[in-house]
């Protein structure tokens, strides 16, 4: 009989306990999961305002280059028209003094 009250104090697993356990592994997944969601938002944020700057700094870069293509061209336009316009008097020039030299008789 000293066996007997001893069997009957025995602890049976408690049901709330085992629930318990259950919902800290729900909610722990149901963190992972919000948290992968804000992990996600943020790189798709930060790849969108990458790409916008990019975007940007590509285009005002065309935009500079292509007005320092312009001042380029028109200041060799300018040049171009410069020499020819010196190599035309000059030319005029030599050819005046060849006719003119070929005139008079060399004394």
């Known amino acids: 009989?000293?066996?007997?009250?001893?069997?009957?104090?025995?602890?049976q697993p408690a049901p709330d306990k085992d629930s318990g356990v259950?919902?800290?592994?729900?909610?722990?997944?149901?963190n992972t999961k919000d948290a992968a969601k804000d992990t996600g938002h943020a790189v798709k944020t930060g790849t969108t305002k990458a790409y916008d700057a990019t975007k940007n700094g590509t285009e005002k870069a065309a935009g500079t280059?292509?007005?320092?293509?312009?001042?380029?061209?028109?200041s060799t336009e300018h040049g171009?028209?410069?020499?020819?316009?010196?190599?035309?008097?000059?030319?005029?020039?030599?050819v005046k003094g060849a006719k003119e030299g070929s005139k008079?008789?060399?004394k």
């Open 1 to 11: 009989m000293v066996c007997a009250p001893a069997l009957g104090f025995s602890q």
């Open 22 to 30: 259950k919902q800290d592994l729900k909610t722990a997944g149901h």
């Open 104 to 106: 008079e008789p060399e």
């Open 65 to 74: 280059t292509a007005k320092g293509t312009k001042k380029v061209v028109h």
């Open 80 to 94: 171009t028209k410069k020499a020819l316009t010196k190599t035309k008097d000059t030319t005029k020039g030599a």
